[in-house]
């Protein structure tokens, strides 16, 4: 019998540990489609605000080689606009859509987020952590205080699971725990890190927003001590490990490290949706060939040694 | 770094509102015609452009001014400027081999069709451009198209080549001559309309789209022709017609 | 006239802008001198602690292409010992040498920098950052008040210029300006990152220690952000940029985000000693290319834009 | 990742304290006599070994019972068993071309010396090799070095071969016979006692050093050779006998 990818995340069934990460294609209903027969296990759309944004000017995006750079600016319709798509989403796609949800206050959040609730997707993930849009992400998650409120007051109104994004500064298992505390269901690690390229040609930032988030496999390393030091200390916590998962083998490590799934990001930019299958395919390999059932077994199989 | 520089060589003014850059990189590039590439000039902005031609390590855009990066390039470029490229971008035209092609080009997307007229020359095609413009003086090009292919052109208001649009001029040339494949590249309702006239009649066609880009690289989303998920800065810029058929539904 | 690049960094004067980072080379005297003939404008010793350590069992580093991760331990022989090497290095070494200190209370601190300066330093600079190692660096940098009070102490026995070595928790200008105000002479940016690698094939963390810090060109744009978001809002600040230098451009990407100088550390893995002729040879050529006198022009010069 | 994955093929016992590991590696590899691996064997931690073969993927380890990992391989590790290997890293031996060639090794310092042998027979070199030993059980390779090169052994304490050490055959030797070059790996006194002795005669002397080693990338200078900043892993393992003439002032 091949072995069972299907994992468990906070009550959503997947029926493979890969998702789609938020930010990437998470835009439209059609793209969406694409990555759910492209093969992944869920979708995190793309962070919505309440109202529209424009988004940062060009250049928005640097593919670094070793990783990528990219300060979109947060550009999206507006929860309206937006719960069109994920309505219909919701309709014709099977697997879970975690809607992805920004805001400048607690009032913000609950609002996008009751429309999206409103509209059907299967979870909620805070974006408390996008590092490069002021007063936005990062800027609200680095306030404890209101992280924690703005998780209850959501979770209040969310029968569904609500995840909370975390960056590489709150990725301390002290605060993932005061955001359980508060109601989260789960965490997502990590978000892009606040980083700049500077072109040495023209001697100016590459950014039109000179500040972004740095991704890709260059980040790998980082993600995989925060998942690994979070699942340590808190064993039951369904995280979704997130960070330069750009095949089988990174999909691998993070799990091994502790994450339940996986987010697949900017690595679409090198390998293209064919990137969920290969992973897919990569995990069920390695699990035959090391005689294990089922993928949840090395969830966390590398605290063992 | 993931641009290549470029120093512009030379400037010519094709029409009041379009002008051709030669650009030499530092490093040799080999786009294929259709595809595109994310031109960045520094403190201003970053664009996506069609090659309109390329050997080794020279390439060509031909620009429509139409806001501020493209005002810019009009109104500041000076050659021995540098510019910075990122690409080659996206898929571009797949290329016959043999047999006859139509080329269809609106405005300044005759770029990338001029860049692949140059490239079907050697695949044995016959090939002929239909190249249409809006008035007398927004006419440019054609003789670098005729030095290589049949050409005509169309001029909505004006006293040269046919009157009418270029799609008029396609349904006359269609109505007696047979071709293998029809390229296009123009506005939206232009590739449309050639691509539902394409289907009808059973020949392939590609066009060439337009949509606001900004990462360039397949991820962002923000170039999504929907519902259909196709991302024209990977998927495309250049469609192949049966693809787009679901948005044709309405006649 | 050949381009100048000689810096001046908190009253230090710099044959170039190019320093030995700490943790690489700086451990014993021979190696330093090796350093200064390769070019090197300033050495930063191995941070040294009071008591002698051992340091971690290997593994202890990992090349990951992109970067490197590593965990040593701080192994070091106290500053009994070290002070032996650090006295023959005042003694026999032309070129600036930064004591970098280590300790896990500001008792500790004192002792191992008035021992150093003892030995003829001419600069501390306090490792509030190191991010694997239990009680030292980052544990004492993650408090403020503790590592205000360290700076203030250590500062007030040093007529030597004091430099704080920060993490990207600290790369923060509200941060850094509450350092100076403690009486830190200049900021160095950035210490390595928490990181992780776990081996795929045998499904167990590499390191030793499970948990090091990742260096490397992957890290330079985050580097780069801190040091230039320090230079933006404390635009007197002497800065030593740190990360990823791999040659003179990145050396150089760093000087335009605002280093007065560049620290080289991993790269040395790669390119060994040559690197610093190669980052000199290189920021020569491009000063003279571009028509500009002297390196301290471009300090910063990615801000005009 | 930077290991490449090793499977034990053979594990032979040469004498109760050493092993000789054969490992066939998932990719090719190509080491030079001298260099070295980092050998790491997840969950017990990771050594320096001197390569003592190699072919393609396949590469031998001759290792002697000291600690934590090297009791590890002789009392756990089973054909079939993975290990990991980071290399090849350090310098190795510069090989000479024609000419006659010393090869002097004390215990398990043969491990490299023997690799050269076999690499030293292609470049029309004379070589002989002097093995010293500390006792009668304590011989091992002697037949696998004569199938190459001549070789004499040395024993401090039994009845084959020299009694003595092997520096005393070496000196023996080397008042009846010319070389060109002495390559040598031993216990740093044997190392340095042969370079005092070469660079007064004058013949050009390698010798293959060892410290801790921890990042083997020289970067962490744990490795140093001291106040000559040599690092082992880097600017050694083997090292140029003038380049240790410093060391050597104190006759
Ligand atoms: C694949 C591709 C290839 C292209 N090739 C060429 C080419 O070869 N030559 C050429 O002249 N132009 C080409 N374009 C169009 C060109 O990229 C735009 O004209 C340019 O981005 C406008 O930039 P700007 O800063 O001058 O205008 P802005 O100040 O950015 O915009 C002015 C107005 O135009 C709108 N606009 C800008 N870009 C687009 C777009 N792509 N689609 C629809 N509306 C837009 C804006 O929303 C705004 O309202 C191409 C576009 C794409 C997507
Ligand atoms: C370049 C190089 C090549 C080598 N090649 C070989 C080889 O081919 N075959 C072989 O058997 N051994 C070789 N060695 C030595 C081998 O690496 C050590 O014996 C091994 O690291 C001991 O590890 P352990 O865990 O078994 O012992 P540990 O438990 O680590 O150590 C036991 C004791 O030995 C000391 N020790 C460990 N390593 C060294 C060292 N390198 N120098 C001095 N003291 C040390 C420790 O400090 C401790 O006191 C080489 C060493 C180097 C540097
Ligand atoms: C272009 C781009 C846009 C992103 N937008 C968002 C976003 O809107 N919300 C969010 O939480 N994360 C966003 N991210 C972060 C990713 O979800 C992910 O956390 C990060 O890229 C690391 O994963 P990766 O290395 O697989 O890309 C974005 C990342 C990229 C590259
Ligand atoms: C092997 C190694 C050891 C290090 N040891 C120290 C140390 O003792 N003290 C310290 O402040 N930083 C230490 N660092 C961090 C470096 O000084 C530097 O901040 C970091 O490596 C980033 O620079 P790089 O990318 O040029 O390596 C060490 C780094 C490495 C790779
Ligand atoms: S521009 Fe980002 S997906 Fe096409
Ligand atoms: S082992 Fe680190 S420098 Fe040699």
């Known amino acids: 019998m091949s072995p069972d990818l299907e994992v468990e995340l906070a009550g959503l069934r997947l029926r493979n540990p890969t998702i789609l990460a938020s930010g990437i294609l998470g835009s439209f209903y059609g793209l969406m489609k694409r990555v759910e027969d492209a093969g992944a296990g869920a979708i995190t759309t793309k962070t919505v605000t309440r109202e529209p944004r424009e988004g940062y000017p060009n250049p928005v995006f640097v593919d670094l080689g070793f990783g990528y750079l990219n300060a979109m600016g947060l550009p999206n319709p507006g929860i309206r606009e937006f719960s069109v798509e994920l309505r219909r989403a919701a309709r014709e796609i099977r697997i879970p859509l975690i809607a992805s949800i920004g805001g400048r206050n607690e009032e913000e959040f609950m609002d996008v987020a009751g429309r999206a609730l409103d509209a059907g997707c299967s979870g909620i993930e805070l974006n408390l952590s996008c590092p490069h849009v002021s007063g936005y992400g990062l800027e609200i998650g680095s306030d404890l205080q209101l992280a924690c409120s703005i998780i209850k007051a959501v979770k209040s109104i969310s029968s569904k699971p609500v995840f909370t994004k975390i960056s590489i500064h709150q990725a301390r298992p002290d605060i993932v725990s005061r955001y359980l505390g508060s109601g989260a269901d789960g965490v997502t690690a990590i978000n892009t890190i606040r980083a700049a390229a500077i072109c040495v040609e023209s001697m100016t930032p590459i950014l039109s927003n000179i500040i972004g988030g740095l991704s890709g496999p260059c980040i790998r390393p980082i993600a995989v001590a925060a998942i690994y030091e979070i699942r340590r200390e808190l064993p039951g916590v369904p ?67 | 770094m993931n641009y290549r520089i470029g120093k512009i060589e030379g400037i010519r003014t094709l029409t009041k509102s379009i002008k051709e850059y030669e650009i030499v990189l530092d490093e040799p590039i080999n786009p294929e015609p259709g595809q595109f590439a994310m031109l960045w000039i520094p403190g201003v902005g970053e664009i996506p452009l069609s090659f309109a031609d390329a050997e080794t390590k020279r390439i060509k855009f031909i ?49 990338p069709l001029y860049f692949l007229s140059r490239k079907l020359r050697s695949m044995e095609c016959g090939v ?31 006293s040269s080549g046919h ?22 590249c123009g506005r939206e309702e232009l590739n449309l309309a050639l691509i539902r006239k394409c289907l009808r009649m059973g020949v392939p066609v590609e066009a060439s789209f337009e949509r606001i880009m900004r990462c360039g690289a397949g991820i962002c989303g923000s170039c999504s022709i929907e519902p259909l998920g196709i991302r024209v800065c990977r998927d495309g810029p250049v469609i192949d017609g049966s693809m787009i058929a679901p948005m044709l539904e309405a006649p």
């Open chain 2, 63 to 111: 620009v429509a001014r139409v806001g501020k990066v493209t005002g810019h390039m009009h109104d500041k470029l000076r050659a021995g400027d540098k510019v910075f490229i990122r690409g080659p971008l996206g898929r571009g035209f797949t290329r016959i081999r043999g047999g006859r092609a139509l080329l269809v080009a609106g405005g300044y997307g005759l770029a």
């Open chain 2, 163 to 184: 009157r009418g649009t270029v799609l008029d001029l396609f349904k006359d040339v269609i109505r007696v001559e047979r071709f293998n494949m029809v390229y296009a």
């Open chain 1, 239 to 305: 995280i979704i490990g997130v960070g330069g998962v750009d095949g089988w083998r990174a999909a691998l490590e993070l799990i091994l490290a502790g994450a339940n799934a996986v987010g697949v990001g900017s690595a679409i930019a090198r390998k293209d949706l064919q990137i969920f299958g290969e992973i897919i395919e990569g995990l069920r390999r390695f699990l035959a060939e090391r005689g294990f059932k089922s993928i949840k077994e090395l969830v966390g199989y590398a605290h063992r040694s």
């Open chain 2, 128 to 158: 002929k451009a239909l190249l249409g413009f809006k008035s007398d003086d927004e006419i440019f090009y054609v003789k670098e198209f005729e030095e290589l292919v049949e050409t005509e052109i169309s001029v909505e208001h004006g």
